[in-house]
């Protein structure tokens, strides 16, 4: 991601603490670039507003940390440990409509 390390237990300690999340999963997706822009997966309580919620990830972040894209979920596909199989989610196309691009290509 640009030369940044992105740790995504950092990136998803961060997120949980928004009061309407109750599971996130942060992952790279192959950018136009040829590197990673990062992705992130939620589940929250409710309904979520999607711009005040970059907002919010704006100022609770670094911003080499924000996500690129935010997608909301159901739920997760898990392992039967209960681990969220991310390599699931990074396997789903990025152009769907229920797939939030915050950057406009460079």
């Avoid at 005040?52 to 979920?73: C, G, Q, T």
């Avoid at 596909?77 to 229920?98: F, G, M, V």
């Amino acid at each position: 991601h640009r030369g940044e390390n992105i740790s995504a237990p950092e990136v998803e300690f961060v997120v949980l603490t928004h009061p309407e999340v109750l599971e996130a999963a942060v992952y790279g997706v192959p950018s136009e670039l040829g590197e990673h822009d990062v992705k992130l997966d939620v589940v929250v309580r409710g309904e979520i507003d999607i711009a005040d919620f970059h907002a919010w990830l704006s100022e609770n972040l670094p911003k080499f940390m924000v996500p690129r894209y935010i997608e909301v979920r159901k739920s997760f596909p898990k392992t039967p440990s209960e681990r969220i199989q991310k390599h699931l989610l990074a396997e789903q196309p990025l152009d769907r409509t229920e797939v939030h691009d915050l950057q406009p290509p460079r």
